[in-house]
């Protein structure tokens, strides 16, 4: 089996030019945690994740793991400072230019395979076509809903 039948098609997507205050609302209403970006085409451009949107809130030292015992942080005034800054700028200026992505033909083991043997922690895979244009989504549970019905 490959991964066209078990991925989302009805994905939510932005383009550029709009601003990540936007995007998050996109994220919020969609119930999503992952929003592809992409031009009048729908080649995917990049990809805005909830994460993120966190790291690049949190302060540099705590997102960057160069405080190991967090509780013992200052108070985070520059917290809501960092989200005002961030809401404003372009989606495409802090969007991932890197994500996995796949063909619509990949087996769902391989698919599964590449999320357990990443380096980083993968949230979601794009499906593109050959032009990478978005054709769905795939995310683990995907994956899992799938496996369990042969199980």
């Known amino acids: 089996m490959n991964a066209a039948p078990i991925m989302t098609t009805d994905v939510a997507t932005t383009r550029c030019g709009i ?6 609302k996109i994220l919020k209403d969609s119930r999503v945690r992952q929003l ?13 994740t909830s994460k993120k949107l ?12 160069l405080l190991k015992d967090v509780k013992f ?9 960092r989200c005002t800054e961030l809401a404003g700028k372009d989606v495409c200026e802090v969007m991932d230019k890197e994500f996995a992505k796949i063909g619509p033909d990949v087996s769902v083991l391989e698919v599964a395979t590449i999320f ?5 922690p993968i949230e979601c895979i794009l499906v593109v076509d050959d032009d990478g244009r978005l054709l769905g989504i795939i995310s683990p549970w995907d994956i899992f809903k799938r496996l369990c019905e042969y199980a």
């Open 19 to 24: 601003t990540v205050a936007e995007a998050m």
């Open 116 to 120: 357990v043997s990443s380096e980083k």
């Open 54 to 65: 966190l790291y690049l809130t949190l302060p540099r030292y705590i997102s960057e793991g």
């Open 36 to 48: 592809p970006i992409v031009d009048n085409n729908s080649k995917v451009l990049g990809i805005l």
């Open 73 to 81: 942080a200052p108070d985070l005034p520059q917290f809501h400072k």
